[in-house]
């Protein structure tokens, strides 16, 4: 098969990009053809490279002329986008459509439905633009990068498309991480399709166990912002002192910082590359998963299971549905500091209990998120896309010959 994966990066690297790359060599791995289009926000920073990116937020013509040309020249059986926004715009599934090519899409964030891409600001979950065409009331607050303007042509973008109908009749298959992001879309302003949306995890590859023997401190990873749950975190920390390793680096670092100062038992690490961070997963007693929004899925948590480390995680989006509690980890209600200090005492309290939900983590990795298990997926999922384009395809594929 002949896959083209397009993405957007962002400025500052993230998950997104990470599952991109991870997924178009799994790809190549087992001996398909892919290749890659790539655009980058690190090339608007001017106030002119700002105001053109904006405008061509709703259908930007340039790269559409660029995605063109890639079909031309690749000829794919299948698109895969895993980020439009800003620099591509929804204008690749225009020309995907009109050249024939079934186009797959990655739902890694909530855009499509809340500028916010988080369905979280002001301190908690928001779920009241979910059904909105045009989230007003999202500009008054500003929740895109702190701007009106900002935040507006996101509103813009997506709620024109959603009129227009291009999530619904452009977009062959969304693929959504869980259950539970993939319910939340089906009944959301996008309209999609019965059976437009398919469910497929990420994955990871086999990090493995550790044959040192297990510390008694617990690990939290990740961006130190408030829809984490660092403040929760930091709070059942003082209620129930326990050692505990914080690694990341964020706009609460500030605050991470003075608490460790003035906390015996807490270790701040701030960034540290991946290789070190599987070392402290191999090694801890569980992980800590304190997002408090509904997060599409948790990286962090199938890395743990990997190592056969279990996951204490606040019981909302993503992680509610990778952690079953009691069996590879345990639950807390979001944002109770109580709770989390109690769940924490429980694997304190009873070693054989963490250790028997690490073998079962472990076993959770290995059934569920191993990268030959989502090849499978993911190759089933593309299939279904071409199926579902010659359905209401035309006869006669558009190739450079009936182009030039």
């Given at each position: 098969m002949r896959i083209l994966i397009i993405h957007n990066y962002y400025k500052q690297a993230g998950g997104e990009d990470t599952v991109f790359h991870a997924e178009a060599a799994l790809l190549q791995e087992h001996g398909h053809q892919v290749e890659k289009?790539?655009?980058?926000?690190?090339?608007?920073?001017?106030?002119?490279?700002?105001?053109?990116?904006?405008?061509?937020?709703?259908?930007?013509p340039g790269s559409a002329k660029l995605v063109e040309e890639r079909i031309k020249a690749f000829q794919p059986d299948v698109i895969h986008v895993h980020?439009?926004?800003?620099?591509?715009?929804?204008?690749?599934?225009?020309?995907?459509?009109?050249?024939q090519v079934p186009i797959v899409m990655t739902l890694h964030n909530y855009r499509l439905v809340c500028p916010s891409a988080l369905l979280y600001y002001n301190g908690k979950v928001q779920l009241e633009n979910l059904r909105k065409t045009f989230p007003l009331g999202a500009i008054r607050q500003k929740v895109y990068r702190d701007s009106a303007v900002q935040t507006a042509s996101v509103v813009l973008t997506t709620g024109m498309h959603k009129l227009l109908g291009t999530w619904k009749s452009k977009v062959d298959k969304f693929i959504a991480l869980t259950p539970g992001a993939a319910d939340l879309f089906r009944k959301s302003?996008?309209?999609?399709?019965?059976?437009?949306?398919?469910?497929?995890?990420?994955?990871?590859?086999?990090?493995?166990?550790?044959?040192?023997?297990?510390?008694d401190y617990f690990l939290y990873v990740g961006r130190l912002t408030p829809e984490k749950g660092i403040e929760t975190l930091l709070k059942a920390h003082e209620?129930?002192?326990?050692?505990?390793?914080?690694?990341?680096?964020?706009?609460?670092?500030?605050?991470?910082e003075e608490y460790a100062a003035a906390h015996a038992g807490i270790d701040y690490?701030?960034?540290?590359?991946?290789?070190?961070?599987?070392?402290?997963?191999?090694?801890?007693?569980?992980?800590?998963?304190?997002?408090?929004?509904?997060?599409?899925?948790?990286?962090?948590i199938i890395e743990a299971f990997s190592t056969g480390t279990p996951v204490i995680?606040?019981?909302?989006?993503?992680?509610?549905?990778?952690?079953?509690?009691?069996?590879?980890?345990?639950?807390?209600?979001?944002?109770?500091?109580?709770?989390?200090?109690?769940?924490?005492?429980t694997l304190i309290q009873y070693p054989r209990v963490a250790t028997r939900m690490g073998v079962i983590a472990r076993q959770s990795y290995?059934?569920?998120?191993?990268?030959?298990?989502?090849?499978?997926?993911l190759l089933s999922i593309y299939e279904d896309a071409i199926r579902t384009k010659k359905k209401?395809?035309?006869?006669?594929?558009?190739?450079?010959?009936?182009?030039?």
């Open positions: 289009l790539t655009f980058s926000n690190n090339e608007v920073n001017s106030l002119p490279e700002k105001l053109k990116a904006a405008l061509g937020v709703v259908y930007n980020n439009f926004f800003p620099l591509l715009s929804p204008a690749v599934f225009y020309v995907a459509n009109r050249m302003s996008l309209k999609l399709r019965p059976g437009q949306v398919a469910v497929k995890p990420n994955f990871t590859q086999d990090i493995g166990i550790s044959r040192a023997e297990r510390e209620l129930n002192p326990f050692p505990l390793k914080v690694v990341g680096d964020g706009p609460l670092r500030g605050r991470v690490l701030g960034f540290q590359n991946r290789e070190q961070v599987l070392e402290h997963l191999k090694r801890a007693r569980g992980l800590i998963f304190s997002s408090e929004w509904l997060e599409t899925f948790g990286m962090t995680a606040a019981n909302i989006g993503g992680a509610a549905q990778l952690v079953e509690d009691g069996v590879n980890g345990l639950h807390y209600s979001p944002g109770n500091a109580e709770e989390l200090a109690e769940r924490v005492h290995e059934v569920r998120y191993t990268p030959e298990a989502n090849y499978h997926v209401k395809a035309p006869a006669t594929k558009v190739t450079e010959a009936n182009h030039s």
